[in-house]
């Protein structure tokens, strides 16, 4: 009886285990094309903006959104607004790899959209610098700020 009991919990552990690790992994893949995105849009530090622009001879800052994830394998809509009313789910804790979204007031249409990049900070296609890292505690985007999704 005791050896069926030993055979049962070492046969349902392992079951466990299995299930577990399925979770993770679909977990790790998702946070690795967040990653990458990240990786490729800090690959292009100091690329002019361009309105429009979605290459590396220029962005805009959806441009920059776009092109990051499309080179991590994830497809996003085009603008600001696009991709704040269709992709992702909104989230009120940022992660890694996070969209955040801004506009000229609370009650606007996203005009501008940064990846999280953890720590407090953001990268973007600044219409003024290009594309840059800034912090999220900046005084003239905080002010701005309308949500987040994660995608």
């Given at each position: 009886?005791?050896?069926?009991?030993?055979?049962?919990?070492?046969?349902?552990?392992?079951?466990?285990t299995l299930?577990?690790?399925?979770?993770?992994?679909?977990?790790?893949?998702?946070?690795?094309?967040h990653?990458?995105?990240?990786?490729?849009?800090?690959?292009?530090?100091?690329?002019?903006?361009?309105?429009?622009g979605?290459?590396?001879?220029?962005?805009?800052?959806?441009?920059?959104?776009?092109?990051?994830?499309?080179?991590?394998?994830?497809?996003?809509?085009?603008?600001?607004?696009?991709?704040?009313?269709?992709n992702?789910?909104?989230?009120?804790?940022?992660?890694?790899?996070?969209?955040?979204?801004?506009?000229?007031?609370?009650?606007?249409?996203p005009?501008?959209?940064?990846?999280?990049?953890?720590?407090?900070?953001?990268?973007?296609?600044?219409?003024?610098?290009?594309?840059?890292?800034?912090?999220?505690?900046?005084?003239?985007?905080?002010?701005?700020?309308?949500?987040?999704?994660?995608?």
């Amino acid at each position: 009886m005791l050896k069926k009991f030993i055979m049962a919990f070492v046969i349902l552990a392992s079951c466990g285990t299995l299930f577990a690790n399925t979770g993770n992994k679909a977990e790790a893949a998702a946070y690795n094309y967040h990653i990458r995105a990240i990786q490729v849009a800090e690959n292009h530090m100091g690329v002019p903006y361009r309105w429009g622009g979605m290459s590396p001879y220029g962005f805009d800052c959806s441009g920059l959104v776009k092109y990051s994830y499309g080179k991590a394998g994830r497809t996003l809509n085009r603008t600001a607004a696009t991709m704040f009313y269709g992709n992702g789910y909104h989230v009120y804790s940022l992660k890694t790899g996070d969209l955040m979204f801004f506009a000229p007031t609370k009650a606007s249409r996203p005009t501008h959209v940064a990846i999280y990049i953890g720590y407090g900070k953001m990268i973007m296609a600044s219409s003024s610098k290009g594309v840059m890292i800034t912090r999220t505690s900046n005084p003239y985007w905080h002010q701005r700020y309308i949500g987040a999704k994660r995608v």
